[in-house]
């Protein structure tokens, strides 16, 4: 089970948390619990780290951290002795990551490696507050340092498990827990390299540590409690009529999360797909809800388009010239380089004549793959082969997604109709060879219509 943010981002809600884990235990299952951060604290940990490369050190928010945490402590633990242990220890990681603050202040420089050692503070605090609400349940419970299970490559800001390291691990740390039936609760989105350093597995990573971790254990389901009824048509906060999908394939799934759709993290259903094990997406708000069910088949009955998704904050990168046609190898160097920046392809498109190709990268990431490539095409360029390597503005991609897209006629008229209609521009287009999606860009501001337009359009707020 793991729980977000919000699902912890009170006294409140860690105490619902923890009834939630220990009813399922008391109805004879064995659990493990993954805990995100409190709500909004990954933030702010980042943005002290940044301050204070900048010199600006500020140790506010090391004493609203500490009484924030000790406050849910005071309200969740009665009992005295365990209290303070849960405090004693709140206090030392907030020494740590003072420390680290510190000495960045003094060196002004943040390495990617520094940065997960200070992000992943937030899970640090919030574990040994959900272990003691659960023990408070009559549940034995205990935290558990992912840095201890989770073993993962050196690339900080965003590791990749090492699953064979994290098996034994994980066996070794939890089995002898949970057989003597307590529920450990581990801390989400951090990791260790295999020396020990810590890592983060990015941004909303704590979704994928469940997965790691129920892989690792062979566990029955994984359970993702977050702050709506599942995964839905669209996302509830832009498209207010949006309905949950009951079931969906991983494959689906996937899809969803790596075009937008926040409440997985994009790369949690391949651990679980891996070793077929179901993943539930549940709201801790709404527990009796059914919330949904990530199976193999999905759901057989259902109709082409699922769910619409949308990803800000992009930028599309146009290689053009009327040279480059014919000419071969331009598309192989220019991935080349971008794979060289570890850069991640969100979308591609060419246009048949050759002479453009464009794909479209994160904001945070585009600069440094554009200077990459005017440097790795320079030669094509003064050949004139290439007359432009371009970043336009910020943009969105709008994805469509289904598994049953595949051979079903049709779907690509509706979807430009509706953006047709609703008068809004599309600025490139791409269709996987898997026919799971039609991803398109439009402008970042007419996104958020254009997702209503094609969620109204297949009439997805209607149940079948
Ligand atoms: P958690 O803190 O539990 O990990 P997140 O904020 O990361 O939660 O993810 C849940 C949020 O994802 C929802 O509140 C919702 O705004 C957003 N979201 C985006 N797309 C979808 C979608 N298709 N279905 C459900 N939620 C979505
Ligand atoms: N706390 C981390 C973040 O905010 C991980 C997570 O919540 O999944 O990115
Ligand atoms: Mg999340």
Known sequence: ?????????????????????????????????????????????????RGATGGQWDSRLRQE????????????????????????????????FEKLCFGLSMVHELTPRLLDAISGTGEMLAAPLLAAAIAARGRPSDAVDATEIVVTTDQFG??????????????????????????PVVTGFIGATSDGVMTTLGRGGSDYSASIIGAAL?????????????????????????????EISYSEASELAYY??????YKTILPAFRQRIPVRILNSF????????????????????????????VIMVAISGTGMQGIPGIVAKTFDVVAAQQANVLMISQASSENNICFVLSAAEAPRVVAALRTGLEFELMRGHIEEISA??????????????RGTPGIAATVFGALGKAGINVIAISQGSSERNISLVVTEQEAAAAVRAIHRAFQLEKSM
């Open 392 to 405: 336009e503005q910020q943009v969105a991609i709008v994805a469509a997604i289904g598994d049953r897209m």
């Open 260 to 265: 937008g759709a926040k409440v997985l993290h």
């Open 65 to 96: 951290l500490f009484d924030k945490h000790t406050a849910v402590a005071e309200a969740l633990i009665g009992d005295p002795v365990r209290r303070d242990a849960v405090i004693e220890s709140l206090r030392q990681r907030l020494d740590r």
């Open 158 to 183: 965003g590791a990749e498990p090492l699953i064979e390291e994290t098996r034994m691990k994980a066996a070794a740390r939890l089995r002898p827990a949970i057989a003597r039936g307590e529920i």
């Open 286 to 313: 709404n527990p009796t809800h059914p919330g949904t069910r990530v199976t193999v088949e999905g759901d057989p009955a259902a109709r082409g388009v699922k769910a619409v998704t949308s990803i800000r904050g």
């Open 1 to 49: 089970m793991k729980f977000g943010g919000t699902s912890v981002g009170s006294a409140e809600r860690i105490a619902q948390a923890a009834q939630l884990a220990a009813d399922t235990a008391a109805r004879g299952h064995q659990v493990v619990v993954v805990t995100s951060a409190m709500s909004k604290v990954t933030d702010a940990l980042i943005a002290a780290a």
């Open 218 to 246: 062979e566990a029955d389901e994984v359970w993702i409690w977050t702050d709506v009824d599942g995964v839905m048509t669209a996302n509830p906060s832009e498209v207010p009529e949006a309905r949950t999908l009951s």
